[in-house]
């Protein structure tokens, strides 16, 4: 079973940058696609993006689109996300997670395997 471990969340400013990394020691990326969502406070968990690992595409959501970078290092069963000119709305807990889908999919209920998340605080 995957087991998925965030890292990297933190605080900063509007405009600043932030890397999350996820490690897994289930040893399933590769064999199942990868996505990052994120929770703000009150509101429901939100895609945010994807990557197929045989293809390397990577897929994101509008809201962040050219700003957020989705990337893994395979060697270490390791997926990340850059996140450049952070905004106060993305502001949330971040957790990464694995799907069996090969297509794009989107939703909570298509990912199989959640970490626990890794705080992101964007200040102004």
């Known amino acids: 079973q995957a087991q998925l471990v965030e890292s990297g969340g933190g605080l900063v400013q509007a405009g600043g940058s932030l890397r999350l990394s996820c490690v897994d020691s289930?040893?399933?990326?590769?064999?199942?696609?990868a996505g990052w969502f994120r929770q703000a406070p009150g509101k429901e968990r939100d895609f945010v993006a994807a990557?197929?690992?045989?293809?390397?595409?990577?897929h994101y959501a509008d809201s962040v689109k050219g700003r957020f970078f989705i990337w893994s290092d395979n060697d270490k069963n390791t997926l990340f996300l850059q996140m450049n000119n952070l905004k106060l709305e993305d502001t949330g807990t971040y957790y990464c997670?694995?799907?069996?889908?090969?297509?794009?999919?989107?939703?909570?209920?298509?990912?199989?395997?959640w970490g626990k998340g890794a705080q992101v605080t964007v200040s102004s």
């Open positions: 997670a694995t799907t069996l889908h090969d297509s794009w999919v989107y939703g909570v209920g298509d990912y199989n395997a």
């Open positions: 990557i197929r690992f045989r293809s390397g595409r990577d």
């Open positions: 289930g040893r399933r990326f590769g064999r199942e696609n």
